[in-house]
């Protein structure tokens, strides 16, 4: 992974990010020797380089014998107990892997991440005739969403495979003793996994929550790991600002936010990363929003977005940043075909790659953007594959760690997202 900051020094100059570098540093820290708000819930800091090869095995058997039950697996979360593991999968997967016969591994459905009611129907219909198997992840144990969808889906389970069949096909990942969840789980013997004290929901991808279904829909979760570790050590508190990707990124966007910029979008120009940017939202948005602070984060795919909010970035008002993130290899190689008629007119790009004009675009529409007065980061990773994501999970852990600590809030905690759910339990009667 590398990050580069170039196209911000036109809006920022070198020594005002120097003046937030010992912030950065002071933040860095704080999140390592655990004197910060929100100190206990640290526990993702030293994730990587400490999971234990035993708890990697178990995640990986369960996952064998879960997908060796079942074409389809429905996977029930919420938030930071959904977004992660549909990040990775998305990221990883065939871009049309539902239509795929013959799969060597499961498809994954997620449910629990919305109440639609047409949703919900519709995967019973999908699922209807298909050998099923749950996972269900809620580290409180008591969130709305997912718990409905469970109802619904343990009672399918139950119906065709009876309560013994249903043993072998349900999951529970939740806390270790406390929460509806643990109690459902302890009590009709389910197999489970622990979601650890000190992580919370959205830094929890590298734990069972995000490694289960990951490593279900077939992908290698020590490939993975691997790479956030790599990241944990590039990233840690030995290590000077200027080669800390997570500091300077963090240092950035900062600097940035003290200019005016009140938003940051995060473009990524490969389809495949869309749900990456809907993770890093999440991590972002309930991390730093708070305290009437924060930068909003947004995303957009590119190019396909150039077509509807490319307007507004390049020309409207001017509180937007732009982070790219970029993958310099694509997987495939496809040339455009040469055509005698050339009726089109693109016999100029005839034998060229598709990543080649996807390349051009993005530093065409990265010059635009910033001529248009919309400062650049640029994240980049060689390729997607396991590894790489990784290192972008642990990165933007760690600079949201330390982001949310220079902007003056407690990163860990979400006390507005309680606002909706009181007025929801009081509509409902409860
Ligand atoms: O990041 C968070 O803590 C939240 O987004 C939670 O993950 C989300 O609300 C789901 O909570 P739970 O896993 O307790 O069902």
């Not at 020797?33 to 369960?62: H, R, Y």
């Not at 590119?302 to 509807?308: A, E, G, K, W």
Request: hydrophobic share 40%; glycine share 10%.
């Amino acid at each position: 992974m590398k990050i580069s900051i170039e196209r911000i020094h036109k809006f920022v100059n070198e020594n005002e990010i120097l003046e937030l570098k010992s912030k950065a540093l002071e933040s860095l820290n704080l999140l390592h020797n655990k004197t910060g708000a929100g100190n206990d819930f640290l526990g993702w800091v030293n994730l990587p380089s400490s999971i234990n090869p035993s708890d990697i095995g178990d995640i990986q058997a369960t996952a064998d014998k879960l997908a060796g039950l079942a074409d389809f697996v429905v996977v029930i979360g919420i938030g930071g107990s959904y977004l992660g593991a549909k990040a990775v999968i998305e990221a990883l997967s065939h871009s049309f892997d539902n239509f795929q016969i013959n799969k060597k591994h499961p498809t994954i459905i997620f449910a629990g991440q919305n109440i639609g009611e047409d949703y919900l129907y519709e995967l019973f219909e999908t699922i209807k005739g298909h050998s099923v198997a749950v996972v269900v992840i809620s580290k409180s144990g008591t969130t709305i969403e997912p718990a409905i969808a469970f109802r619904l889906l343990k009672k399918h389970i139950e119906n065709i495979y009876g309560i013994d069949g249903a043993k072998e096909r349900i999951v529970a990942i939740t806390d270790k003793a406390r929460g509806a969840m643990n109690t459902i789980a302890v009590k009709n013997g389910y197999k489970m996994f622990v979601i650890p004290d000190d992580v919370g929901g959205r830094f929890s991808v590298l734990t069972p929550v995000g490694l289960l279904p990951i490593a279900i829909a077939g992908f290698d979760i020590k490939k993975l790991i691997s790479g956030a570790a790599d990241m944990e050590a590039q990233t840690n508190i030995n290590v000077d600002f200027d080669e800390n990707y997570a500091c300077i990124y963090a240092a950035a966007r900062n600097a940035l936010h003290g200019k005016g910029k009140l938003v940051e979008i995060l473009a990524n120009f490969n389809p495949k990363l869309h749900f990456l940017a809907e993770w890093w939202k999440q991590l972002y948005g309930e991390s730093e929003g708070k305290n009437g602070k924060g930068i909003f984060p947004a995303s957009v795919d590119f190019t396909t977005d150039l077509h509807s909010m490319g307007q507004y970035i390049q020309d409207g008002n001017r509180i937007l940043f732009e982070t790219v993130l970029s993958v310099e290899k694509s997987t495939h190689k496809l040339e455009v075909p040469s055509d005698e008629e050339n009726i089109d007119n693109l016999n100029f790009v005839a034998g060229k790659r598709i990543d080649e004009i996807n390349k051009s675009a993005e530093l065409g529409t990265i010059l635009a953007h910033v001529d248009g007065g919309v400062p650049n980061i640029h994240i980049s990773i060689p390729e997607i594959n396991e590894y790489h994501i990784g290192e972008l999970i642990y990165f933007f852990e760690k600079a949201c760690g330390i982001s949310g600590y220079m902007l003056g809030v407690n990163p860990f905690d979400q006390p507005g997202v309680e606002a909706y759910k009181k007025n929801m339990f009081q509509l409902l009667g409860k």
